[in-house]
């Protein structure tokens, strides 16, 4: 496809959104019973998020993110804890860290205890490098009583192994043993991968 047919197709779904958004307030002027407008409204809700979901995803360049940021703002979907994981990663991308930061900074606090949210930010610090940063986080994170999943540990067994921190290595071995994480494979490969970078394999084995 075209760059030109891309942008057409991205301008016609965006367009798509403005009209969604809209339909709420439009509802409740329905004569229909309470229960069913709270049904068509979630229904609506719900087709707005996988349309800002795929909108992000076909996103090409770093502006058309930020039209598309802007018409979740707009639509007051920026209180979804999957879009704003979506964004994270999506201007992680475009190696955009300062931005992917704000979005989860100013994510709302119920949505800090959803794990894909702080997997996507520590997965966007590890894939560009910033692993001081992804360690961090991830100390905050269990402040806040996040607790780790098969995802969320081979992130941050990377991150240390590049650290080249044996302390921080245990530890987090620690962690994914307490767990119960000990025959994940995802782990298991992240902790193979951590001490074999360590030249500590008869750790892992």
């Not at 891309?6 to 309470?34: E, G, M, Y």
């Not at 300062?98 to 900074?105: C, E, K, L, M, S």
Request: hydrophobic fraction near 45%; charged fraction near 15%.
């Amino acid at each position: 496809m075209s760059h030109s047919k891309h942008t057409t197709s991205l301008d016609n779904n965006i367009w798509k959104v403005s009209c969604l958004h809209r339909l709420p307030p439009l509802l409740f002027a329905l004569p229909q019973t309470i229960s069913t407008q709270l049904t068509l409204i979630l229904s609506c809700r719900n087709e707005l998020l996988d349309l800002f979901d795929h909108l992000l995803r076909r996103c090409c360049s770093a502006k058309q993110l930020g039209c598309v940021h802007g018409r979740i703002v707009v639509a007051g979907a920026s209180y979804s804890a999957f879009l704003a994981a979506r964004l994270v990663s999506v201007y992680a991308r475009f190696g955009l860290l300062g931005d992917a930061r704000i979005v989860f900074d100013e994510t709302p606090a119920e949505c800090k205890s959803n794990l894909l949210l702080w997997n996507s930010i520590l997965r966007a610090y590890t894939s560009n490098g910033c692993n001081e940063e992804a360690l961090e986080l991830y100390v905050e994170m269990r402040k806040v009583g996040v607790l780790g999943d098969g995802f969320t540990f081979p992130l941050v067994m990377r991150g240390c192994a590049e650290m080249g921190s044996s302390i921080w290595c245990r530890s987090v071995h620690c962690h994914a043993l307490q767990m119960g994480l000990h025959h994940n494979l995802h782990v298991v490969n992240g902790l193979m991968g951590m001490y074999a970078k360590l030249g500590q394999m008869s750790i892992a084995l």
